[in-house]
């Protein structure tokens, strides 16, 4: 079992940033950051691998958002730059262990997930 928990939800101008973290309670594979916007499909926003580090980004986000993680405070942060009004969204820190791999950013691939936090970007 993995247990993840979100932070740094916010409202922020367009242009601006925020940093979310995800403290996970358990061991994982790989992580990933997910985004629901309000009448869309959940999406892959960026992940990681735990142990080798090999990051992938959504086309969306390339060049704005950053992910990183601390292997010793077992924790995930993503770094969101130049926001946008279409990055509003929920946002959800997912983990996977010992489950199928379908791709990094493909959400089938992840069998634990956080609670979500809210991103909103006004304009």
């Known amino acids: 079992q993995v247990q993840l928990v979100e932070s740094g939800g916010d409202s922020v101008q367009a242009g601006g940033s925020l940093r979310l973290s995800c403290a996970a309670f358990?061991?994982?594979?790989?992580w990933a950051w997910f985004r629901q916007a309000p009448g869309k499909e959940r999406e892959g926003v960026a992940a990681?691998?735990?142990?080798?580090?090999?990051?992938a980004y959504a086309d969306s986000v390339k060049g704005r958002f950053t992910i990183s993680q601390n292997h010793t405070l077992n924790a995930m942060y993503l770094q969101m730059n130049s926001l946008r009004p279409e990055d509003t969204a929920v946002y959800y820190c997912?983990?996977?262990?010992?489950?199928?791999?379908?791709?990094?950013?493909?959400?089938?691939?992840?069998?634990?997930w956080g609670q979500g936090i809210q991103v909103t970007v006004s304009s």
């Open positions: 997912a983990a996977r262990r010992a489950y199928p791999f379908y791709g990094p950013l493909e959400k089938k691939s992840y069998n634990y």
């Open positions: 358990g061991t994982h594979q790989r």
């Open positions: 990681i691998h735990t142990l080798d580090s090999t990051i």
